[in-house]
């Protein structure tokens, strides 16, 4: 135990905590009172640390991922979603049926497959909401100018997602979209600032 929590970097207590709990899994028993863990459980605690510290999931929310993640019923897509759309903001308002339906039509353009009860629809159209009762639509050409950038990204990003292992493709997942998320939009910024000095500076 001692050993474990020096590698994952956790007090023994709160590895305690998680065991009794049963976000990870007991050692192979070496003695009354002793265990043996391998690099699966440090890989388990800091899977653990990033959904709690990281992505500020509730300890319910961290057993559904690792559930997911760890079912062998369940595809890879369907365990990597699973932690994905525990990211996803969640609010009490409800979008428009216009809004809606505007995004119903984006992802119909662009030919994506999504799951019918995602979250990231949803967020879309609450958000293409609030811009419109701002008075700042987006246009249907600049939505998917965004879509075409954000594909190309994700490509990019769901290739470099290992398979093998579905407790460290989860962690990749949660890692990424929280940490990179700020990276994008800083670099979206810094673009802007480029592009406005070149053309109107």
């Known amino acids: 135990m001692s050993e474990l929590s020096v590698r994952s970097g956790l007090p023994v207590a709160t590895i ?3 065991l009794r709990e049963g976000l990870l899994p007991a050692g192979s028993p070496t003695a009354a009172t002793q265990a043996q863990y391998d690099d699966g459980h440090v890989r388990r605690l800091r899977l653990i640390r990033a959904l709690t510290d990281v992505a500020g999931l509730r300890l319910d929310a961290v057993r559904a991922v690792l559930e ?26 409800s979008a428009s049926a216009e809004a809606r339906g505007r995004v119903a039509a984006l992802v119909d353009r662009r030919g994506w497959t999504l799951h019918a009860d995602g979250p990231h629809a949803e967020a879309l159209a609450r ?32 290739g470099g997602i290992p398979e093998s292992d579905r ?22 910024r810094m673009a802007q600032e480029a592009t406005s000095y070149r053309t109107r500076g």
């Open 16 to 18: 305690k905590f998680y």
């Open 68 to 93: 997911a993640v760890h079912d062998p019923e369940r595809s890879w897509h369907e365990a990597i979603g699973a932690a994905h759309s525990r990211l996803a903001l969640t609010t009490t308002t």
């Open 127 to 158: 958000a293409l909401d609030a811009l419109a009762d701002l008075g700042r639509s987006p246009s249907e050409e600049i939505l998917d100018v965004y879509a075409s950038a954000a594909e190309t990204i994700a490509e990019r990003e769901v």
């Open 167 to 188: 407790a460290t493709a989860a962690e990749f997942v949660v890692i990424g979209t929280l940490l990179l998320e700020p990276v994008l939009l800083s670099i979206r």
